[in-house]
């Protein structure tokens, strides 16, 4: 274990073109994919890699935003910062130049992520171990205290908080099967919106043959028609056993996605994602009892442990998309993952990360937090840009084994 | 009335530094107030201006955001772009590089609001009348397609909200005596949380010699005896018929809150505002239950109309603290008031403006939509900086005579 001090900070700002047709959705046609990295450098020891995913220029307004947020970490060790980082999250999430601007929301917020998924990345490497293990070995009250679990005392006390982790570790052992058999994941890049019907009914096909038993189509066309028919197409692939996710992506108003969700349950989906805008937590009530017992997902625009605890208190969702690069990083993911343990509530991560953090997440969850559901979503497009990309085989996350959160990037001179 | 056309776009970076102790609350003890200014300029006609408050460094990231915001206006007459401002401002909010940094709330939403507060006012200097009389001039219609009304569908259609103004129009007139009585302000400069109790009591008792019959107070205090001492103190200062604000800034947690609320309750305030999270509905509705028939007033930091529409629906609010410079301009508080007017419940704006958009804002709600309480916070310390400050006299705004929103600026030369 070495004490790396934090030398220089730099943000990044990675863009990644997409093949036509790639990452669109009901809302976003033509998405670039950008990263906002942060880079914690430290003088001999390793460099912490932290991202958060946005989309064309607005990256460089998150990248602008690291610059300014993560200065209080410079020269200190990354072993004092992470003794209490849940008080050093807090003082950045309200640093007073900066917390008008949300409070805990937007630009600000994303770059919050990005540097406090710098500082675990930071944390592993330094200690030589991947991030689920320095996850899993953490004490309850040091893991706890690198939480910022202010605001959510009306649901979840710092001392429930450890009890809860206290409570899960006499049957750990039994749930550290998943380190060796992995678990599954599911495919998004099938069902893109701009892809006509031959290519995902061929990459529904081929993605079956290479394991997958789960899709995700998107939905929210100009004409509900279309929705029908792509939904129809992949039921009849996937067969009556073969897993089904429609995502909406905020596209309808409140009245249009009652409707249509209506509509699309009698396809029985695992869950109908982001239906309406993601602070109408009242219309996902609303949508979540109309459409019982296919459920509502919902997360990957929900910007903080406070909505999610609002979410939770009035039953707006049933799968919980936590996602670390929307939220405020590792930490505010384990505030949530916690709330949602207490709620019961199954966490299957947004992946703004493609996966590469939250693959460590989820066994944290499952193993510490006894978190029954293991199901991540699978996004291969920036494989080739990360230095150690996730390794999804037979359909199933295998054990990421190097040092960190898998965060390092090949790529970061684009943009700028 | 003339065709303006953009002919260019700045975003300038103002800042204003406080006398010490002015402008502290429980969040933020020496704050640097902060205009992020959008100039719309047209060849020989005005030039439009827009502004949004945000606190010392922050700023600049507003500033930019603005920059890639407003792109669209370039080379298009004001009048074109007000027939349809709905759509406008609803295709800058879902812009694909940057929806994703929201949506519709923190860094990018403020620039919008800059940006839409600018063309508000380019508009109304376009026609050579103060914002109250070309808002009071349109026709319902016309209004309401200035409006973007997204998200609300499930509370309040296009058609509605064209209804609720015609329904209001026979009887205008009588309330149009409005313009020439002006309407009450209350005085929030003399209880900031900085301020020794001396001088809390020198400020009250001068403000009551001017006019001022309503005061808020800064509470929130590390210890909570400070904040009865100045509750004690300003009640006796105020008499039984004087109206007290309790703002505590979002300071406490939410079983915090509650006992804190209770307390302060006994002396009878008007409202107690922000009590907690603005995020936290669900705590907003358990505190307004357990204070009636005290009052929660909020809305500062609540990002869009979707939240507010949610608070509403779930009871969370009596005050509507709506504020054109936090929401995205003159449209999207508009918007609110619609809906807060088919709730019945008050609206009594936040002044990130310092009430220059606002006094304007409040005479259309009263007068077109009926709404019944006229009252506007008042915080005169950056009155010297505009061109045209409000007018308040004997604790009364007095109307607005000026073409525009009020909102030109003498110094925009500081920051950048």
Chains 1, 2 share one sequence.
């Not at 220089?8 to 998405?31: K, N, V």
């Not at 003088?43 to 935003?65: F, H, I, K």
């Amino acid at each position: 274990m070495s004490s790396s001090v934090i030398r220089s900070i730099a943000a990044i700002d990675a863009r990644f073109p997409l093949p036509e047709g790639t990452g669109s959705d009901a809302m976003h046609t033509s998405p670039v994919y950008a990263m906002a990295l942060t880079h914690l450098s430290t003088e001999a020891g390793p460099t912490g890699v932290g991202l958060a995913l946005t989309l064309n220029d607005g990256n460089r307004l998150v990248c602008e935003a690291i610059r300014i947020l993560a200065r209080p970490l410079l020269g200190q060790p990354i072993e004092v910062i992470m003794a209490k980082f849940g008080e050093v999250a807090r003082g950045m999430a309200d640093d007073p130049a900066l917390r008008w601007l949300g409070p805990h929301k937007g630009v600000v917020h994303l770059a919050l992520a990005s540097v406090s998924n710098a500082c675990w990345d930071l944390w592993a490497k330094s200690r030589g171990v991947p991030l689920w293990k320095l996850l899993l070995d953490l004490k309850d009250e040091a893991l706890v205290a690198a939480l910022d679990l202010s605001y959510l005392e009306d649901v979840l006390t710092h001392d429930e908080a450890v009890n809860l982790l206290r409570n899960e570790r006499p049957a750990r052992e039994a749930r550290e099967s998943i380190l060796s058999t992995g678990y599954p994941s599911y495919d998004t890049s099938i069902g893109w919106m701009a892809y006509d019907d031959g290519k995902v009914r061929e990459l529904a096909l081929s993605a079956m043959g290479r394991g997958f038993q789960a899709f995700k189509l998107k939905v929210g066309s100009e004409s509900e028609d279309r929705d029908t028919r792509r939904a129809t197409m992949l039921r009849e692939i996937a067969g009556d056993s073969g897993i089904l996710m429609f995502d909406a992506n905020q596209r309808w108003n409140a009245p249009e996605a009652l409707r249509r969700c209506r509509t699309l349950a009698s396809f029985k989906p695992l869950w109908i994602e982001e239906p309406t805008h993601p602070d109408d937590i009242h219309a996902h009530v609303k949508i979540a009892q109309a459409i019982a017992p296919v459920h509502i997902a919902a997360g990957e625009h929900i910007p903080n442990r406070v909505m999610f605890k609002n979410y939770f208190l009035y039953g707006g969702m049933h799968f919980v998309q936590a996602d670390c690069t929307r939220l405020a990083g590792v930490s505010e993911f384990l505030a949530v993952s916690l709330m949602a343990r207490k709620f019961r509530l199954p966490i299957v991560p947004h992946v703004g990360d493609m996966g590469q953090i939250h693959q460590h997440l989820v066994l944290f969850n499952h193993v510490a937090l006894n978190h029954e559901v293991c199901l991540l979503e699978h996004i291969p497009h920036l494989r080739e840009h990360f230095v150690f990309p996730a390794q999804v085989n037979g359909g199933v996350y295998r054990l990421p084994k190097e040092p960190g959160a898998s965060t390092d990037m090949r790529c970061t001179c684009e943009g700028r």
